[in-house]
């Protein structure tokens, strides 16, 4: 993540438009068109994110503070929550149209607010963004839940693609939780 990048205007506009399309589609439950919006090298991961004291020995450094010292993955000590490709995400979004997916029916009420869009980094076609999102929850019956999170994204322009037609490459989900509290992590985010 670089601070000095300044992404052009037309760029900046393509890539916030891109992501209020990607929000559109998955509170309208249009997931297999979201899934179109996936490379097929496509990894997804939601870290776990534990609640490490602040390292003293670090005082006076960012790092002392640092969000990454929160982050698990998979070379940690601890399994990420999601660490999925294509035919995982494939599966899940197959999963959505099951009469007998009982813990989606009803489905669930999502709206989502996608901001802070800051795209750090360009090489080629391929661009890394930063955005910030809150994602409303609800389920007739049920409570309604409220997560908050950051995803890190790098997104490529599709093989002859024009303006606007990205894909996901990478895509980590940083949740703001402190402890797992929700009726499920199963969403898309």
């Given at each position: 993540m670089?601070?000095?990048f300044?992404?052009?205007?037309?760029?900046?506009?393509?890539?916030?438009?891109w992501?209020?399309?990607?929000?559109?589609?998955?509170?309208g439950?249009?997931?297999?068109?979201?899934?179109?919006?996936?490379?097929?090298?496509?990894?997804?991961?939601?870290?776990?994110?534990?609640?490490?004291?602040?390292?003293?020995?670090?005082?006076?450094?960012?790092?002392?503070?640092?969000?990454?010292?929160?982050?698990?993955?998979?070379?940690?000590?601890?399994?990420?929550?999601?660490?999925?490709?294509?035919?995982?995400?494939?599966?899940?979004?197959e999963?959505?149209?099951?009469?007998?997916?009982?813990?989606?029916?009803?489905?669930?009420?999502?709206?989502?607010?996608?901001g802070?869009?800051e795209?750090?980094?360009?090489?080629?076609?391929?661009?890394?963004?930063?955005?910030?999102?809150?994602l409303?929850?609800?389920?007739?019956?049920?409570?309604?839940?409220?997560y908050?999170g950051?995803?890190?994204?790098?997104?490529?322009?599709?093989?002859?693609?024009?303006?606007?037609?990205?894909?996901?490459?990478?895509?980590?989900?940083?949740?703001?939780?402190?402890?797992?509290?929700?009726?499920?992590?199963?969403?898309?985010?």
């Amino acid at each position: 993540m670089s601070d000095d990048f300044r992404a052009s205007l037309e760029l900046q506009h393509e890539i916030e438009q891109w992501y209020y399309r990607e929000a559109r589609l998955l509170d309208g439950r249009e997931y297999q068109k979201w899934l179109a919006l996936c490379a097929p090298e496509i990894r997804y991961v939601v870290p776990g994110r534990g609640n490490p004291l602040v390292d003293n020995a670090l005082r006076g450094t960012e790092e002392m503070i640092s969000v990454e010292r929160e982050l698990e993955e998979r070379d940690g000590d601890r399994l990420p929550i999601r660490d999925e490709t294509l035919p995982y995400l494939m599966l899940r979004v197959e999963r959505a149209f099951k009469p007998n997916s009982w813990s989606e029916n009803p489905p669930a009420r999502t709206r989502r607010l996608v901001g802070n869009v800051e795209i750090t980094g360009t090489e080629g076609e391929t661009f890394s963004v930063v955005s910030a999102f809150h994602l409303h929850w609800t389920r007739p019956g049920s409570a309604t839940f409220l997560y908050a999170g950051q995803r890190r994204d790098v997104l490529a322009r599709a093989e002859g693609g024009s303006a606007g037609d990205l894909r996901i490459v990478r895509r980590e989900v940083i949740l703001d939780m402190a402890d797992i509290e929700y009726p499920t992590l199963g969403l898309f985010f």
